[in-house]
């Protein structure tokens, strides 16, 4: 099972827990809790849905609903020998309805990042807009990275190809939950600013899987990818479209 089959499979879990002893879905959750990212990713899924859930419980229930419906189905009735037409619309509506429905949800439901991706677009906005400074400031992105080593801040362990050829502006480091995060900025030759951040993990020596393909997520102006490898985590963040990020990945 990859990541991606496990996610399918995990979007269809129910808040309440009552798929939790199905082997499927137990596979599924196993797989999950060796990636950090799916990790997260299923534990904010299930609370989104059991949000929505609740929301629509506490949706009232017309009082006059039963009757409301018998009226519809006295005034609905057809000839008899017309039934047999009216239950195959009736069932290629249904059907219609439901791709339909399907459809939307996933159209519409919005992209969600983690905790920790939303805290570091706040640290990348605030370096932007020039409101926080660099740790340290170097156009030489060996020298940021020997700083954040020498500061025991999470490197990467192999810059993406295209990054390492880019011209660097600084290095930040911050932490999220006590998980402690950097950030390198680097200067795109469009003259737009690209950004890497990574963040370590505790991931055992044998659960170390090779590197994940990268999930792209839009919020608002940024456009970001993540993946993993090893016991690193990282997120290329652009101001622009998804599109321009593939050409800076691994």
């Known amino acids: 099972m990859d990541n ?7 979007s269809a879990y129910r808040p309440g827990g009552q798929d939790a002893n199905d082997p499927r879905f137990s596979e599924a959750i196993e797989h999950a809790r060796r990636d950090p990212i799916l990790q997260r990713w299923f534990g904010e899924s299930v609370a989104f849905d059991a949000g929505m859930t609740e929301k629509l419980c506490g949706v009232p229930v017309p009082g006059d609903l039963r009757e409301s419906i018998l009226a519809g189905a006295k005034v609905s009735r057809v000839p008899r020998w017309k039934k047999p037409f009216r239950k195959w619309a009736i069932a290629a509506v249904v059907v219609l309805s439901a791709t339909l429905g399907s459809l939307i949800w996933y159209n519409v439901r919005p992209a969600r990042l983690a905790g920790w991706q939303n805290e570091a677009l706040g640290v990348i906005a605030s370096l932007v807009r020039q409101e926080s400074r660099f740790d340290a400031q170097s156009h030489d992105v ?12 999470p490197t990467a362990q192999k810059l993406p190809d295209n990054l390492d050829k880019l011209s660097t502006l600084g290095c930040k480091t911050f932490s999220w939950n006590g998980i402690p995060l950097s950030v390198i900025c680097f200067m795109r030759p469009d003259g737009g600013l690209i950004h890497l951040v990574t963040m370590n993990v505790p991931v055992p020596a044998p659960d170390r ?9 839009q919020r608002g102006d940024w456009a970001t990818a993540t993946w993993s490898q090893g016991d690193r985590v990282y997120m290329l963040v652009l101001e622009g479209s998804p599109d321009q990020l593939p050409s800076y990945l691994l």
């Open 4 to 10: 991606r089959e496990a996610e399918f499979i995990l």
């Open 209 to 217: 899987a090779p590197r994940q393909l990268a999930k792209f997520v």
């Open 142 to 153: 060996g020298e940021l990275l020997a700083w954040l080593r020498a500061n025991n801040a």
